[in-house]
């Protein structure tokens, strides 16, 4: 190996730069000693090509060469890529990659921003154990506050109604001796055992029932991404994480009566009812239903499966939203989320976002801050109430 003769780095930058422009491939030299013919050292010169980056334009020759022996030229505007170990011409999938590698702007030029659209001061929800016992306490009251003690005297009118009913109805005589209305056919002892029972159930389900009621009452977050790029960015994805004593449920238009999702049905009042058709065979009570969540979508027609965010409660929330596609400078606003804040809840929640695309390597990080309504609570009461399409 006779080597390489040295040549001045200017002399050298021009005589490539001619072939490969300013914009080119990104290169260094080097002067390597090896040993060469006759064991003697010899110096080699080497030109380090960087590999290339998400982003980098097509490079192409600009100016025409051809070898002394016209065996090898170049056109102007020639490509070369590498194959293996051999530089050849790219076939029309080769140029499809590289065309690929120019559209996926590199992480350095990945940029987007989130901000809030809507949904903001959030309610701060007072769901501790003393506001529990305080809204079953109240439900209790008023559903014993209807129980007549004289109703359930033995021997009395009431409780020989009572049995009539027990046994299988009343006749025409019985209600011609009772009037329109018939007595309770529980005791106020059952009744009472009833309303215990319902509130323990109650308990147990408020933690399901506030996700569900607060998926319906509870206005969403709504997030906006801003693409301020001159370049398209394809499936952005945000994640967002939300510290604190925070929960986060998918909005709903409707409840969905779901036996696990919604508050058990609570006991018919106790009192006298409207006396039943002789001739007809009803009985006098009917236990109410609501429909389940798979009857309730089996009856809507048309109804198709949607991409929703994906959330994941405990230790604050987090939320992973559906990619959207952006051109350039457009702002689109993120599926809504619904935030259940517990009080006491600062009057301000500082969330991170993180954010990627499917066409841009990197990721982009940033904060959103939160408004929190604290002045005032939404009580249990409020949040749990039963609408009249509720029942």
């Not at 051999?86 to 996926?104: A, F, K, N």
Request: aromatic share 6%; proline share 9%; net charge negative.
């Amino acid at each position: 190996m006779p080597g390489t003769a040295w040549v001045d780095p200017v002399v050298l930058e021009v005589g490539i730069f001619a072939y490969t422009g300013v914009r080119g491939p990104r290169w260094s030299v080097d002067y390597v000693t090896v040993e060469g013919d006759e064991d003697l050292p010899a110096q080699v010169l080497v030109i380090d090509v960087a590999p290339p980056q998400w982003g980098d334009p097509i490079h192409c020759f600009r100016k025409a060469f051809q070898d002394q022996d016209r065996k090898n030229s170049v056109r102007d505007g020639d490509i070369f890529v590498r194959s293996g170990s051999q530089t050849i011409r790219p076939d029309s999938d080769g140029v499809g990659l590289l065309s690929e590698r120019l559209t996926r702007g590199g992480g350095r030029l990945f940029q987007v921003s989130v901000n809030v659209a809507s949904g903001v001061p959030i309610p701060a929800v007072d769901a501790s154990e003393a506001a529990v016992d305080g809204w079953l306490a109240v439900e209790g009251s008023d559903l014993l506050s209807a129980v007549d003690e004289a109703s359930g005297r033995p021997g009395s009118a009431a409780e020989l109604a009572r049995k009539a009913v027990r046994r299988g109805g009343l006749t025409v005589r019985d209600l011609a001796a009772f009037g329109r209305t018939v007595p309770d056919p529980r005791s106020p002892q059952e009744f009472r055992e009833e309303v215990a029972a319902y509130l323990e159930e109650t308990r147990l389900a408020v933690p399901r029932a506030l996700h569900a009621c607060a998926a319906v009452r509870v206005a969403p977050l709504v997030l906006r991404v801003t693409n301020p790029l001159p370049t398209n960015l394809r499936g952005v994805e945000v994640l967002l994480h939300v510290p604190g004593d925070v929960e986060a449920v998918l909005p709903e238009e409707t409840l969905d009566e779901d036996d696990e999702a919604v508050l058990p049905n609570p006991p018919i009042p106790y009192g006298p009812r409207p006396a039943p058709d002789p001739l007809a065979g009803f009985s006098v009570f009917h236990a109410q239903h609501w429909l389940t969540a798979a009857q309730a979508r089996l009856m809507v027609p048309g109804r198709m499966p949607m991409i929703r965010p994906e959330i994941r409660n405990g230790g604050g929330a987090d939320i992973a939203f559906v990619g959207v596609d952006l051109r350039p400078h457009e702002t689109v606003e993120l599926d809504g989320v619904v935030l259940i804040v517990r009080a006491p809840a600062p009057p301000a929640i500082e969330a991170t976002w993180r954010a990627t695309a499917t066409n841009h390597d990197g990721i982009v990080e940033g904060t959103v801050t939160l408004q929190v309504e604290t002045a005032t609570r939404v009580s249990l009461a409020e949040l749990l109430q039963r609408d009249d399409a509720d029942r």
